[in-house]
């Protein structure tokens, strides 16, 4: 094998995973033992989204079942055309926040920086389904602008990585942002946004524990877990890693239809988190992106499911509903 210069010749398993992930809806239907009736509905609408999920979670669907879960979250359907009014590509306001360099400041104290539009994984319901990743610069690898905006904003303690998916950047370009931010005096904490450990928890290795809990920077992870059979052995022993190194882990997830939409599935959802160290942080009502509207459960119906669950779990597996409004200074908590 030969090797530019610069570059390792091995590459990390990660790497040669995420390159593997599935893009053909026929080889998903295959290896699930699906219907092809299904063919048609899932090419036409991965124009308007790609498919892409990776082998290690495609291994936790349930084999022969269209139902299942996991696979409701990749697999493009019909409904996907359906848009219904109220939905828009731009649900959250991102494009008005958006600062130089990729960051996105709303709320006080913290910024969240677009690191890459890449994902390992594309998720059906996601609300940055539609974003102009190609207008941020940070997503063609140069830091230097987000890094100008972060410190001329002293009033920021804590940098969000978020995309796309950050973990899909090498460490290299990753230790060299962290090697930016801590040089920033007010910034003291450095979270990621990030659905690798839970779908390609290959990702988290040494190189990764190195930069992400190496500075003096405290280092949280958030990851993105709707449905418990998304947490295998896998993915405790990268969060047990995690936890181990000293990050915080977190949990966000997205109530969704015909996914996560019953008191027992959220239940077991954030018992399993709590049993791999993970804290359930929060519960997001569905944004409403364009091609996402079948996954809506409306608010009554969340409260009811979070009153069940509160009903059934200690108050500290129970993540808080929110949903994001636009312009408003933090998440809005759904009360009840
Ligand atoms: C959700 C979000 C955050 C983080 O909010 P927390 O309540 O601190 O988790 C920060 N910035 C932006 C732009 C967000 O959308
Ligand atoms: S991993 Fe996150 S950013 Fe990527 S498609 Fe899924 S929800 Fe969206």
């Not at 995420?18 to 609408?45: F, T």
């Not at 920077?217 to 890693?241: F, K, T």
Request: hydrophobic fraction near 40%; aromatic fraction near 6%.
């Amino acid at each position: 094998m030969t090797a530019t210069a610069g570059e390792s010749v091995t590459k990390p398993a990660w790497q040669r995973m995420l390159a593997e992930a599935v893009r053909d809806p026929r080889l998903l239907l295959d290896e699930m033992g699906l219907d092809h009736g299904l063919l048609p509905a899932a090419r036409s609408a991965s124009g308007l989204f790609p498919l892409r999920a990776p082998w290690p979670y495609i291994r936790r669907m349930r084999y022969g079942d269209p139902n299942d879960p996991l696979l409701r979250q990749v697999l493009p359907l019909d409904a996907e055309h359906h848009d219904p009014p109220g939905y828009d590509s731009d649900p959250v306001g991102d494009g008005d926040a958006l600062q130089s360099g990729g960051v996105i400041h709303k709320y006080h104290g913290r910024a969240l920086l677009v690191a890459t539009g890449a994902c390992a994984i594309n998720c059906r319901y996601c609300f940055r389904r539609h974003f102009p990743y190609t207008e941020v610069n940070a997503s063609t690898g140069d830091w230097s602008q987000a890094l100008s905006y972060l410190a001329a904003e002293t009033s920021i303690t804590e940098v969000i990585l978020s995309g796309g998916d950050p973990l899909t950047l090498t460490d290299r370009r990753l230790a060299a942002l962290n090697d930016g931010l801590k040089q920033l005096d007010h910034i003291k904490r450095l979270r990621v946004h990030s659905r690798l450990p839970v779908v390609l928890p290959q990702r988290i290795d040494d190189h990764l524990i190195d930069w992400l809990t190496g500075s003096r920077l405290q280092p949280i992870l958030v990851i993105h877990a709707n449905h418990p059979n998304e947490l295998d052995d896998d993915v405790a022993s990268a969060m047990r890693r995690l936890q181990q190194a000293g990050a915080v882990t977190l949990n966000q997830a997205v109530l969704l239809r015909g996914v996560n939409d019953d008191v027992a599935t959220q239940a077991a959802l954030n018992e399993r988190l709590f049993d791999i160290g993970v804290h359930p942080y929060y519960l997001h009502l569905l944004d409403t992106v364009r091609g996402a509207s079948h996954f809506e459960v409306g608010s009554d119906e969340a409260i009811t499911i979070q009153r069940g669950v509160s009903a059934e779990l200690p108050g500290y597996m129970v993540p808080r509903l929110v949903r994001e409004i636009p312009g408003e200074p933090a998440k809005s908590w759904i009360h009840w």
